[in-house]
């Protein structure tokens, strides 16, 4: 081979080795696993996009004429490592068991929690929804606050979900506690309300993880989530 080309195959040469290494180094996507829900079939990624994690699955059931009726399949998700950093700093040791302690703790936070539901009650309309949510959410602020009602504070959250909106298996509302005590309703990707309010908020997860939890199953699996961050 002649001195010009030697030289330019030294020249090539680490130009493709560049364009190798670029390669091996390329991003790759995270895989997001999921978890079912065994009563009913409903699947929630573990992970959000915004990095919320999935703390528990549950099952909200509906008495009627004695029958329990499966309304829908929901799963909790969490800013894990704002709560890390809460619980934390309010406990210093982690208990054996999930303590009352550490569910008020969730309970009274604005760390941002959304409750994703997903009807599998095909004949469930929006008007059965506000119905069932306003009663739920009204008991758990009498509860809060010793007897009081306030149906003008419960009734600024689903209010505005018309009867247009068409309800069928598979779809999903999610219900978001915001930084701040925001509480965000959104009805098949449409948001339905923001209503600023401590007491909204912690009415609306205490439903799920108060003394009277819709399942009590999905708030245990909840609490051994929270000792998993000590």
């Given amino acids: 081979m002649s001195g010009a080309g030697k030289e330019k195959a030294m020249e090539l040469a680490p130009k493709e080795q560049k364009e190798e290494k670029v390669t091996i180094g390329a991003p790759k996507e995270e895989e997001v696993g999921t978890e079912i829900e065994p009563k009913t079939g409903v699947s929630f990624p573990t ?23 499966k309304i829908y399949g929901f799963g909790m998700f969490v800013d894990n490592e704002n709560l890390k950093v809460l619980l934390k700093s309010k406990i210093e040791k982690a208990p054996k068991q999930p303590t009352n302690a550490m569910y008020e703790l969730v309970i009274n936070s604005d760390v941002e929690l959304m409750v994703r539901l997903v009807i599998v009650f095909g004949a469930l309309t929006m008007s059965m929804v506000r119905k069932n949510f306003d ?3 009204g008991a758990a602020i009498k509860k809060l606050t010793g007897g009081q009602k306030n149906e003008e504070l419960v009734n600024k959250v689903m209010g505005a979900a018309g009867d247009h909106i068409k309800l069928n298996a598979g779809s999903v509302i999610e219900i978001t506690r915001l930084p701040g005590y925001i509480l965000q309703t959104k009805v098949k990707d449409e948001i339905i309300s923001k209503v600023e309010s401590e007491l909204l908020c912690r009415a609306y997860v205490h439903m799920y993880l108060g003394d009277d939890a819709f399942d009590k199953e999905a708030k245990e699996r909840f609490g051994k989530s929270l000792l998993s961050l000590f």
């Fill in 135 to 137: 009663e739920g959410l």
């Fill in 47 to 69: 992970k959000l996009d915004d990095g919320k994690l999935l703390y528990s699955v549950g099952l909200r059931k509906k008495s009627v004429l004695g029958l329990g009726i």
